[in-house]
């Protein structure tokens, strides 16, 4: 739903006398949606989701020899230990090189229309690709990533196993469908929030209602909608006014360099916000390290708000309430080099 249309409830709707649970919950169902099993297998196009390509999958994503040194993984820059995404402001690759924007979170990407900030990837077959041959993060080639695979006795069985029908199961290609595969299965739902959508009133308490309801009529969830609660469209980042360029240097333009479309300049995809208290720092250039002032910054420089303190503290509670179960990932054995596996440059 357009940010405008929420921000005209905030006339008829008002926060301190909140409308019945029942109320604010059909609300909140006509904008978001659970995560549920049958989710995933809607939005994974072209990519049979296997055991043997799961489990293949998942060891390439922690697999550090699919980058040039062999020292980075996936999961260097998408921890899964840290919310699915880095630690820090922005990660750091090939040769220490510092990267342009914040990784973003693994965790539910597969709800995302479309993967980076500026949705240059279709998808998370298309989004493996890229950082394997990115300069400053993984810096490699897809020839010389197959020729590694290719080495390890054990991989080519696996690729076998997980590409039966495919002549040359071993392939860049193939890579990227194994790491689609795994990632898929990295969703996180029953959080708080989903069983109150789903009828569990209790749920929430007053105060993460509260912020539900300012969610809803101050307009954030004009971006943030839908089942990753965000991550479903592309906004301009400063529509009340510009941020500071900490958080939005004039030299990154967004999404424009991918559409070459000037109207795109500083246009980037929404966050999606499952799990959003978990991965400090926030927005795409890893500036802003508390949510109170994420919250704050977005309501000032977004939508033209300037909330009171209890109404920040509220919005982030209610925020809280997205965490939901991480997938219980074990950390897998990689399978050995060969005396052809080539040597880390």
């Not at 409830?9 to 409308?19: D, Q, R, S, V």
Request: proline share 7%; aromatic share 8%; glycine share 8%.
């Amino acid at each position: 739903m357009h940010l405008k249309r929420f921000a005209a409830l905030a006339a008829t709707l008002l926060a301190p006398n909140m409308a019945a649970a029942g109320d604010l919950r059909a609300d909140a169902n006509a904008v978001f949606k659970p995560i549920d099993a049958a989710s995933v297998a809607v939005v994974v196009k072209n990519n049979e989701l296997t055991p043997a390509k799961i489990e293949l999958g998942g060891k390439l994503f922690f697999d550090p020899r699919l980058s040039k040194s062999q020292i980075i993984s996936c999961n260097s820059c998408h921890n899964l230990g840290t919310g699915g995404a880095d630690a820090g402001p922005t990660s750091i690759g090939h040769g220490w090189a510092k990267g342009p924007r914040r990784a973003p979170t693994v965790l539910n990407a597969v709800f995302n229309v479309a993967q980076f900030w500026d949705g240059r990837a279709v998808d998370l077959k298309a989004q493996a690709k890229g950082p394997v041959q990115a300069d400053v993060e993984m810096n490699n080639t897809p020839g010389q990533v197959e020729k590694t695979l290719n080495s390890i006795p054990a991989y080519v069985a696996e690729f076998k196993a997980a590409f039966p029908a495919d002549p040359n199961p071993v392939s860049f290609d193939n890579m990227a469908k194994a790491i689609e595969a795994f990632e898929a299965t990295l969703t996180t739902p029953n959080s708080r929030f989903d069983n109150y959508l789903k009828g569990d009133a209790s749920a929430l308490n007053d105060v993460e209602k509260k912020g539900l309801r300012l969610f809803l009529d101050k307009g954030c969830a004009g971006c943030h909608g839908g089942v990753n609660i965000g991550g479903n469209g592309y906004f301009p980042f400063g529509v009340a006014q510009r941020p500071s360029v900490e958080v939005l240097p004039v030299a990154d333009k967004g999404r424009a360099k991918v559409t070459n479309d000037a109207a795109d300049e500083f246009v980037f995809r929404s966050a999606p916000l499952r799990n959003v208290a978990l991965r400090a720092p926030f927005f795409h250039t890893g500036s802003v390290w508390t949510l109170e002032e994420a919250v704050d910054l977005m309501a000032k420089d977004q939508l033209g708000e300037s909330l009171s303190d209890q109404d920040v503290k509220a919005i982030v509670a209610f925020l809280g309430t997205l965490n939901g179960e991480t997938p219980k990932v074990v950390y897998p054995m990689l399978p050995p080099r060969s005396s052809s596996t080539p040597l880390p440059q």
